[in-house]
């Protein structure tokens, strides 16, 4: 670079030079921040995606827990099950009854 108190004097080549390779220098800086920034990108993109089969597994495991409880309450204590049924099936139509 140009450096007024020593008294070299910098052409206009050497300055046209200097910036050819600043904007090189931009260039693969960039080329770099956009590879690494792509790198993280998929990473992300693997880490939900394990994550998300995890919590689906877990939330199938879940319903099918809870599924074989409910049908084992109902073999238990049918007469039970048949008035909690009866009892939602008032609430749901007195709800949704037109007025």
Do not use: C, W
Not at 26 to 54: C, F, I, M, P, W
């Amino acid at each position: 670079m140009a450096n007024a108190s020593n008294g070299k004097n910098v052409s206009v080549e050497d300055l046209s030079a200097q910036m050819e390779i600043l904007r090189n220098d931009l260039s693969n800086l960039t080329q770099t921040l956009s590879d690494y920034g792509v790198s993280k990108s998929a990473e992300a993109t693997r880490y939900a995606k394990a994550t998300a089969a995890d919590l689906e597994a877990a939330g199938r495991k879940k319903a099918s827990e809870a599924q074989a409880q409910a049908e084992e309450f109902v073999h238990n204590q049918p007469a039970t099950s048949l008035g909690i049924a009866a009892g939602i099936g008032f609430l749901v139509g007195m709800m949704t009854a037109r007025r």
